[in-house]
């Protein structure tokens, strides 16, 4: 457009500015009467309006004389494919398939169905992307792989009772099978063995400290069936242990042969019965 | 009522929305961007859009072939903006070979004798036409694609612009001279 700040002029009562604000009146018809005089009179007049008057308008020729394009043929499928995922064929062939007379029943279902499939289309539309069907193709693969590694037939699936006994046997079969198996793996076998052999080298060195242990033995609870071992009482008329009624356990307190380990207080309070025992016990 | 049915999960109305406006907004945007690939992608981004926002969409604020259109300019405003940088490289080349090749908009025209078959010829200038049209300044190109090839009024450009009328009337204006100026150029240089 034109700088109307330095060609600002009046031409047949009218300035370029406002000759400017009616350029789209009048090539749109709407400028009629003596507005539409004095415009043509000044376009023909001012050095700066005509010409771009007759700019204006062979542009607006030049754009009318535009065709529209025709859009590619796949153009409404493929937006309806990535709306809706539904191809157009098949809607286009139920839109257009007369409708045959119903009954009420008929009617009431097929309204159901069709509120049903409404209701469906946005889940029914993202299970059809192409992505969803690969991932579900994919973990078809994957289960189909894995049982066939374990050699799960589906022929055999046919043949499963499903009675709870049958169940249960079957549950315990299984595992009876597994635990077979794991037993009789070479390397679980071998590992078995050798954690059996360091156990029992272990064995006696780790007996060592607890070798008191057997004095605290629960008789009642014995159920091994051995015969007691006795060693720990020794009967024998060599012995000159002083048995010391109420004197507490430990080393004797009078023993000749633990002098040196005299119990520095060797409770002097309590009554001491000093007796040598020269019975033999059989 | 279409919109109503649409959002109500009615897949016909849908489509019938797809027949009815997917030759408008391909034209829009085929003579906004210049080429038919960029067009069919554009055309379907603006359905996948309207698809979304469809229950956005309020009858008591204006028509709904206006609503359509203010998706279709917006998303094409937001592809010029990403494309900007691609473009600034493009004319970067192109300026590095002018000056070598010196070929203007007219000697881009394939056959510069003038045809012995109208159509031939009428497709030409068309042609033309459009390559001057993807010249112009993005504001002056949509004004005057809206008005002068999807006839719009100067309310509903205003609307879907988002600027006064008065605007929209100099944007038109503005661009008709434009692209009347870049053509008598094209045709002088071909005469």
């Known amino acids: ?282 | 009522m279409l919109v109503r049915r649409c959002v109500a999960g009615d897949a016909a109305a849908w489509e019938e929305i797809v027949q009815t406006y997917n030759r408008r907004i391909y034209n829009i945007c085929y003579r906004f961007a210049g080429s038919s690939d960029d067009a069919e992608d554009l055309a379907q981004e603006v359905f996948i859009k309207m698809y979304r926002t469809l229950a956005s969409y309020d009858s008591s604020k204006g028509a709904f072939v206006t609503w359509v259109t203010t998706i279709t300019r917006n998303l094409l405003v937001d592809h010029f903006r990403k494309t900007k940088q691609d473009r600034i490289t493009d004319s970067l080349d192109a300026t590095s070979s002018a000056h070598e090749d010196a070929q203007p908009l007219s000697e881009q025209i394939q056959d510069q004798s003038a045809p012995p078959d109208q159509h031939v010829r009428s497709r030409e200038v068309g042609e033309t036409v459009h390559a001057a049209l993807a010249k112009l300044s993005p504001e002056l190109r949509e004004a005057v694609i809206l008005r002068d090839l999807q006839d719009f009024d100067y309310r509903e450009i205003a609307t879907v612009l988002k600027v006064p009328e008065g605007t929209v009337k100099s944007r038109i204006n503005r661009g008709r001279a434009e692209l009347a100026r870049l053509l008598q150029r094209t045709y002088r240089q071909v005469m």
Request: a positive charge.
């Open chain 1, 1 to 282: 457009m034109p700088d109307h700040t330095k060609n600002d002029q009046t031409s047949n009562g009218m300035q370029c500015h406002e000759f400017d604000g009616l350029v789209s009146d009048a090539l749109d018809g709407v400028l009629t009467g003596t507005k539409l005089d004095g415009f043509h009179a000044h376009a023909r007049t001012c050095s700066v309006c005509g010409p771009l008057f007759a700019e204006v308008q062979a542009g607006r020729n030049w754009l009318k004389s535009l065709t529209e394009v025709e859009p590619p043929v796949s153009l409404v499928t493929n937006i309806l494919v990535s709306t809706t995922g539904v191809d157009t064929q098949r809607l286009r062939v139920n839109v257009s398939a007369p409708q045959p007379r119903m009954g009420w029943m008929a009617a009431r279902w097929e309204s159901a169905q069709a509120w049903v499939s409404g209701a469906m289309q946005p889940i029914w539309g993202t299970v059809r992307q192409p992505r969803f069907a690969m991932s579900f193709g994919m973990a078809f693969f994957s289960l189909s792989v894995a049982l066939s590694v374990l050699g799960v037939k589906p022929a055999d699936l046919r043949q499963i009772s499903l009675r709870p006994a049958a169940l249960r046997h079957t549950y315990y079969n299984t595992q009876a099978r597994v635990v077979r198996y794991y037993d009789n793996i070479k390397l679980v076998y071998e590992v078995q063995a050798a954690v059996r052999v360091l156990k029992r080298n272990a064995a006696p060195a780790e007996s060592r400290p607890g070798e008191s242990a057997p004095a605290k033995k629960d008789h009642k609870n014995d159920t091994t069936q051995q015969p007691e071992q006795k060693q720990d009482r020794d009967y024998s008329q060599t012995g000159n242990h002083l048995i010391l009624a109420c004197a507490p356990l430990g080393p004797s307190v009078l023993d000749p042969l633990n002098q040196d380990r005299l119990n520095p207080d060797p409770l002097p309070d309590l009554p001491v019965v000093s007796v040598t025992t020269y019975r033999r016990f059989v």
